[in-house]
């Protein structure tokens, strides 16, 4: 039942990965909670505060296709390199910009776009990366590691970035982002080189297209999708912390999504359990409607104890989610499409929370929090629901079947580029 920490064991790569980004993920994860409060302090609107997500959403989208064709052709330690780099710089403008006396909406604005466009660039490198140096049979135990890391970072970051802001001020709160971004550099400069795939292709709109036309030709992969885009659309509240704050009390800013991280924490310390459950498909879809019911819940109660209490439980439920799904990506995709794949889940799994939090917001501005959120939990259940009835195989979907899938695609592949050659 314990967590399985095999692949740290295994590999001294992922070792590197996952310790440099857990101390850097923490201070990510004080700005992710410091840019949306600032925001709302300064146009006191939950509609704005969602703006910031679809200022995210624009250039995820267009730069997580080039992100996904690179990380299959070129040095994945370079991407890495490059986005990490640049992410830290975009921290440093977040600085200089509470250094003002009135600081900049647009710059909020333009520094989240940044940063979402490079994360779209580094994540499928990053996925594709982890593929290439752990066993195929170790990617739920991965994906546990990798949701404890997020966890981690997700309790301890926002809970302190909402007293240092509230308190302090949110130059500090950057500040400390900023230095921890040297963790998760050193990591990326100690890595080992891994080579593309043999024969990989090159960056271009038919690789990108050739990526698509096999997503959508699998019906489990299809069903990762919808399902936690639906879920995350109608029912993800990021966008009204900042409001509930001042229902609650403006220092508790960070403790609702460090709830919702607790509760995940919890998942993935008890994940053990995951590696003998076979049937991924019917636990995502199961998991995505228990979110979805506790954030329904979690709008009708009034009261901080019980709110939190409801968002760990979403959150243990979004979890077990996330790890089925990335079990379900890592084991079955073969490797020479793994970074093209890793943009269209990453797109999959960022739409729905960066377009549900503008929705959360502007239905919350108009019609009042809980009918936002109360709204957003039974919206998810039916949405979840008309999914599953939609995609009947993914639901019996076994991950051992996929995992045979998997390595007859590559054979045919390895067998098809020996015969070219020997042609040639």
């Not at 509470?98 to 466009?117: M, N, Q, R, T």
């Not at 299809?222 to 403006?250: N, S, W």
């Not at 636990?283 to 409607?289: F, G, N, S, T, Y």
């Not at 019911?293 to 760990?312: H, K, V």
Request: proline content about 4%; overall charge positive; glycine content about 8%.
């Amino acid at each position: 039942m314990l967590l399985d920490l095999s692949p740290l064991r295994t590999s001294r790569d992922y070792r590197l990965l996952f310790f440099g980004q857990l101390v850097s993920f923490f201070g990510s994860m004080m700005t992710f909670i410091v840019v949306p409060w600032q925001m709302f302090q300064l146009t006191g609107s939950s509609a704005m505060v969602g703006y910031i997500a679809l200022a995210e959403f624009i250039p995820m989208v267009s730069l997580a296709f080039v992100g996904g064709a690179l990380a299959d052709f070129i040095d994945k330690r370079r991407m890495l390199r490059i986005t990490e780099i640049g992410q830290t710089a975009v921290t440093a403008i977040l600085i200089l910009n509470s250094l003002l006396s009135k600081p900049h909406i647009w710059v909020l604005f333009v520094a989240v776009a940044l940063h979402a466009g490079l994360a779209a660039l580094q994540r499928p490198a990053f996925e594709s990366f982890i593929q290439k140096v752990i066993p195929a049979e170790m990617m739920s135990a991965v994906m546990a590691l990798n949701s404890v890391r997020f966890s981690m970072g997700m309790i301890v970051g926002p809970a302190i970035a909402g007293v240092i802001a509230t308190q302090l001020s949110p130059t500090i709160a950057y500040t400390i982002d900023l230095f921890t971004f040297v963790a998760s550099l050193i990591a990326v400069f100690m890595l080992r080189f891994v080579p593309p795939p043999e024969n990989a292709e090159r960056p271009g709109f038919a690789a990108i297209k050739k990526a698509w036309r096999y997503a959508f030709s699998r019906q489990e992969l299809v069903g990762t999708y919808f399902i936690d885009i639906a879920a995350m659309f109608f029912a993800f509240p990021q966008a009204l912390y900042p409001a509930l704050a001042t229902v609650y009390g403006e220092k508790y800013v960070g403790f609702f999504p460090a709830a919702i991280a607790v509760g995940a924490l919890t998942a993935s310390l008890t994940s053990g359990w995951t590696r003998n459950v076979h049937r991924h498909g019917l636990l995502v879809i199961a998991a995505a409607m228990l979110w979805g019911i506790a954030i329904l819940f979690f709008g009708l109660t009034d009261s901080l104890a019980p709110a939190l209490l409801l968002l760990a439980v979403a959150g243990f439920f979004d979890m077990v989610s996330g790890i089925f799904r990335g079990a379900i990506w890592n084991q079955t995709i073969p490797n020479y499409l793994r970074g093209r794949l890793a943009s269209i889940e990453m797109i999959s799994y960022l739409t729905g929370p960066m377009l549900g939090s503008a929705k959360m917001g502007i239905v919350a501005e108009r019609f009042g929090l809980r009918t936002a959120i109360v709204s957003g939990g039974a919206m998810c259940i039916a949405a979840v629901a008309g999914a599953a009835l939609l995609l009947p195989k993914f639901a019996v979907y076994d991950g051992r079947e996929g995992i045979r899938q998997r390595e007859i695609e590559e054979a045919e592949r390895a067998e098809m580029l020996r015969v070219s050659e020997a042609e040639f």
